[in-house]
């Protein structure tokens, strides 16, 4: 499986953005489809996540905010990322996994494959 993330960029705080990841290799309709992010020094933190079935979960930092969906005939999720704070910059990573769980389950140790992160910067 490969995973290409896409749509990164700088915007102002209060802006919005549409992140791409773009799946091959695979039966993309069967695998769920996670949203990771790294802010600057920390460690990588849970977003989102869509299923084959189209269940959405979200982290309670972004709900409200993010909203993810998956397009199977284009093998590709899109997670919408609305009200931009500057507390959202970190980078991006895409990631994908058969199984599933609540948003307390989506652990980074938990998943199959990752793609190269993209980076998203939030100015004040």
């Known amino acids: 499986v490969q995973l290409q993330a896409s749509g990164g960029g700088l915007v102002q705080a209060g802006g919005s953005l549409r992140l791409s990841c773009a799946f091959s290799g695979r039966m993309f309709s069967t695998y769920a489809v996670g949203w990771f992010r790294q802010p600057p020094g920390k460690d990588r933190e849970f977003v989102s996540a869509?299923?084959?079935?189209?269940?959405?979960i979200y982290a309670d930092s972004v709900k409200g905010r993010f909203t993810i969906s998956r397009d199977n005939a284009k093998n590709t999720a899109y997670p919408q990322m609305n009200s931009l704070k500057p507390e959202d910059t970190a980078v991006y990573y895409c990631?994908?996994?058969?199984?599933?769980?609540?948003?307390?389950?989506?652990?980074?140790?938990?998943?199959?494959?990752w793609g190269k992160g993209t980076q998203v910067t939030v100015s004040s």
């Open positions: 869509i299923n084959w079935n189209t269940p959405t």
């Open positions: 990631t994908t996994t058969l199984a599933w769980g609540d948003s307390s389950w989506w652990a980074k140790e938990r998943m199959d494959y």
